[in-house]
């Protein structure tokens, strides 16, 4: 409950940066979307369904500060959060090779996803604002922040959390 | 009766993660179906919105499925236009392959048009219809014969690169086809003479594959006058082959001690390989 808690409070954090500061920084036509990267470790690191809560929560926050249809990016993230939680445990990640291909496939997942649900409610947009030469950089980007969102998630674990002690007191 | 034995409670239970990800997504496109389209909601649209949405996976997923068909039809199209525009490209190319022969022919008969023009002797232009390609000093066949006035024993010349040379004589007449005996063939002999010196002697083909003629019975007294690359031609003493017709050029000089006469090794001065148009000689003009 408590992890569910503070990844609420982080994303939020994220998401108010993201959508002020971040969402300027666009790089060949590619748009720095640190929200999305840490919101896929955080559903790795804490399973399905706090996951998908999360992910219907967050995507609900979003979905008001944009101009999409209001349950778009909450579908979005719910099936995010529950695809990626299932991997909680289940996948060995290193330092540097593992998170570099989460974070392309995220890149990946994300354009998929929206590019369907597009199709699918009939949303209007056009097929050039999914699949374009700027999504190449954005899974480069992806490739490039995700292991740092990894280190600074576990660092973040190693000072910030409170381990239960045993009797020895070790 | 407990909840937490019943089957109800044991399937939830199970598939929870399963559950409530159809809630959320189920409410979500609830959500995106409501305000999707800009515009206040009115109540009795709400029943129209459910089935709009259940409408629009079933459309959307049809749509798909017709587009994709309709795709693989446009495929089939553009494959079968591909291949038209290849055979249109392939016959075009064709077309400009035989352009640039007829070209190449046109030139080449303005330039025996020119020579035969020039030409003091009247004369028939016929043209190659057969002959070995690998054996340059065989015989050729020409597409005129006894009909268009040709006879036995005609001599034949030709211009090759602006070059006028003998070729040979006819040695068989049929009625609308002729033989052609080259200069190359062994067994046909000419009399020629140095253009330069004015020395004497008798052509003949060596008969072999390399493509020269050799001139024999010269006289010793032209060894120190003849040079190679030396003009020869014809002599005109043998009353078959009007004189200075060329023949070759002199390639070798060969003077054998055990001998009389000198021997020079000749280039003939056409490319046999590639005559294509022969004049035949009928008689002074």
Redesign the interface.
């Known amino acids: 409950m408590r992890s569910f808690f503070w990844s609420l409070v982080v994303l939020g954090a994220l998401l108010v940066l993201q959508s002020t500061l971040l969402g300027g920084v666009i790089i060949l036509q590619a748009k720095l979307n640190i929200l999305w990267l840490v919101f896929i470790a955080i559903c790795l690191q804490n399973g399905s369904i706090p996951g998908q809560l999360v992910g219907f929560i967050l995507g609900l926050a979003v979905d008001s500060v944009t101009a999409s249809p209001v349950g778009l990016h909450a579908f979005e993230f719910s099936l995010a959060g529950y695809l990626f939680g299932l991997g909680r445990g289940k996948i060995f990640f290193d330092a540097i090779l593992m998170p570099a291909l989460l974070g392309m496939i995220a890149v990946l997942f994300d354009v998929l996803t929206l590019f369907l649900l597009n199709f699918i409610f009939r949303l209007g947009l056009p097929v050039q604002s999914f699949f374009y030469w700027g999504v190449l950089a954005q899974m480069t980007m992806g490739a490039i922040f995700m292991p740092a969102i990894f280190w600074i998630y576990r660092w973040s674990r190693e000072h910030f959390s409170h381990s239960r002690r045993g009797f020895s007191g070790s | 009766m407990k909840l937490s034995g019943s089957p109800l409670f044991f399937y939830v239970k199970r598939f929870?993660?399963g559950l409530?990800?159809a809630a959320?997504?189920f409410?979500?496109?609830?959500?995106?179906?409501?305000?999707?389209t800009p515009g206040v909601q009115q109540p009795q649209q709400i029943g129209l919105s459910l089935i709009g949405f259940v409408d629009?996976?079933i459309s959307?997923?049809l749509r798909?499925v017709g587009s994709w068909s309709s795709s693989l039809a446009s495929l089939a199209d553009l494959n079968k236009n591909y291949h038209k525009a290849l055979a249109d490209l392939e016959r075009y190319q064709g077309t400009e392959r035989q352009l640039v022969q007829l070209q190449e022919e046109n030139e080449r008969l303005r330039e025996q048009l020119g020579f035969h023009n020039a030409l003091t002797y009247t004369n028939l232009t016929v043209s190659i219809i057969a002959k070995d390609p690998s054996r340059a000093y065989s015989s050729f066949i020409i597409d005129k014969g006894y009909l268009e006035g040709i006879r036995k024993d005609m001599p034949v010349i030709a211009v090759q690169d602006g070059v006028v040379g003998l070729v040979g004589k006819i040695i068989e007449v049929g009625l609308s086809s002729s033989v052609v005996q080259p200069t190359l063939d062994a067994n046909l002999y000419i009399a020629a003479r140095l253009e330069n010196t004015r020395f004497e002697g008798l052509v003949t083909g060596k008969g072999n594959n390399e493509s020269r003629l050799m001139m024999s019975y010269v006289s010793k007294a032209a060894f120190n006058d003849v040079k190679v690359g030396d003009l020869v031609v014809t002599s005109g003493t043998d009353s078959l082959y009007p004189g200075e017709l060329p023949i070759g050029r002199v390639r070798k000089v060969l003077n054998k001690e055990y001998q009389t006469s000198l021997e020079l090794e000749l280039d003939p001065i056409l490319e046999f390989g590639k005559l294509e148009y022969l004049s035949v000689l009928k008689g002074v003009k």
């Open positions: 929870r993660r409530i990800l959320l997504l409410v979500s496109s609830l959500t995106i179906l409501f305000t999707g629009g996976i959307g997923t798909g």
